[in-house]
């Protein structure tokens, strides 16, 4: 079941401040920006860049992924690896906040997110 409109507006509202923290400044967004996408029950974050053969092609490289379980009432965690498949996130596989998986994405202790 996909996420009710309070649940979206909660999350980008824990998106938008994490998104102004991480956010590289202003000059070089247009060669690295982070976004994100809501769709279902799940929340991606991702990386924009241009594409190095053709600069006016945008690449969106997802990395990061929270997705609610309703009947748990958790978010489950995903990173993705080289393989372009998502993986359970296991240091931390689930937590009970959205703005707690922000805060594990934030963190990085393993530098599964941003290298």
Known sequence: MALSEFEIKRCEKAIAKFMEKRRPPGHIREK???????SGQSVEIFEIRPY???????IKTP????????????WRIYWQRADLKWHR????????????FLSVVDEDKYACFFG
């Open 32 to 38: 690295l920006d982070l976004g994100y996408r809501i």
């Open 52 to 58: 190095w053969r053709d600069p006016k092609k945008i």
């Open 63 to 74: 990395f990061a992924k929270a997705t609610f379980v309703r009947a748990r009432g958790v």
């Open 89 to 100: 996130y296991d240091p931390v596989p689930e937590v009970k906040r959205f703005e707690d």
